[in-house]
């Protein structure tokens, strides 16, 4: 069985969890990217270069790769590329490969913040408050209902890339000037949670909640995060999930709020934290090609370990000078770490 991870940037952990994986099944995990130099390119047994999922050929390219490796599953590591591919689920499906992504209306329900936001309300899922009228935002303003500082950011984005904290209405009208496609938010001056979940690809069961504590934030991903075990968190995903019904891996972000938890975004994919959940044992990874062999995955209630706390760091890779193959000097650094 092999596997295409489609836009694998920096995600060398969990490329490598699925090298691991599928080694024990004679598999192979393919990655592919428009930059070269993605380091997970590196790290997989194959790797391709493709455009940019923009590009109006990008389908064809990844087709034409599932056929040159025998691909049996596909997943996407990036929000933009989701709601594509869930577009194409059915299409890949007749081919015999399995895209690994929620429906088309969940993709696009999670991606944009707005509709994030209406959902949760619709469905009585405490969240944040969330403004894409100039208007509404001035009149809560002017009657405190709203107060600064504000967050303003792209209404479809990740990351956290253009996110900005507004303190004064003439700040305000200067993005919103630039920008219409914008929301605009209160800011939560509170701890942030994240949760990985995993949903069975055949059951639709839950069987994996883990939940953790942000410490340190980079570029919107976890840096640094403490695993706890809390209830009430958990049956506030439980209910988003029965709701949501999305499948695969998720990742939820939340914040701790005098009033209790509340849902700040929904990404359906793995979130850049899992590595936290997959090393204290709930392997997604594993459940993903499960499904793929027809198995179903038994819900994991299994304690892991509270309190341990995740800490990445940098590492790097040396290219040679065509920047399409590892140098010997990395080949060798990756055999000392293995």
């Known amino acids: 069985m092999n596997i295409l991870i489609c836009s694998a940037g920096r995600r060398v952990r969990l490329v490598q969890y699925f090298k691991e994986e599928l080694q024990k099944i004679n598999g192979r995990i393919i990655a592919v990217d428009c930059d070269v130099t993605a380091p997970a390119l590196s790290y997989a047994d194959s790797f391709e270069v493709v455009p940019r999922i923009s590009h109006p050929n990008y389908i064809q390219h990844i087709k034409e790769i599932c056929a040159k490796y025998d691909i049996k599953a596909i997943l996407s590591l990036i929000d933009p590329e989701l709601s594509l591919l869930a577009r194409y689920k059915k299409e890949f499906k007749k081919e015999g490969i399995t895209i690994v992504v929620s429906n088309k209306d969940v993709v696009d329900i999670c991606f944009d913040k707005y509709s994030t936001y209406q959902f949760l309300k619709e469905h009585d899922i405490p969240s944040v408050k969330t403004y894409v009228e100039r208007e509404k935002v001035m009149e809560d303003l002017m009657d405190g209902t709203l107060n600064f500082p504000l967050i303003i950011k792209p209404r479809n984005g990740s990351a956290s890339l253009g996110i900005s904290k507004v303190n004064t209405v003439k ?65 506030l995903i439980q209910k988003l999930i ?97």
Request: aromatic share 10%.
């Open 171 to 235: 700040e305000l009208e200067f993005f919103w000037n630039n920008n219409e496609e914008l929301v605009v938010q209160p800011f939560i001056n509170a701890e942030e949670y994240g949760v990985d979940c995993f949903i069975d690809l055949i059951s639709g069961v839950t069987t994996n909640i883990f939940t953790k504590r942000k410490v340190a934030m980079r570029a919107g991903e976890t840096d640094k995060s403490v695993a706890i075990n809390d209830q009430e968190l958990k049956q």
């Open 242 to 338: 029965s709701a949501l019904k999305p499948a695969g891996p998720i990742d939820v972000d939340c914040f701790k709020t005098g009033e209790g938890f509340v849902v700040s975004e929904i990404n359906p994919r793995f979130g850049g934290g899992y590595l936290h959940a997959h090393e204290m044992g709930q392997n997604f990874v594993e459940n993903i090609i499960n499904n793929l062999m027809g198995k179903l995955n038994s819900i994991n209630e299994e304690p892991y370990g509270e309190g341990t706390i995740l800490v990445k760091y940098d590492h790097f890779i040396i290219l040679n000078s065509s920047q399409s193959e590892m140098s010997s000097v990395d080949n060798k650094l990756k055999l000392q770490l293995r």
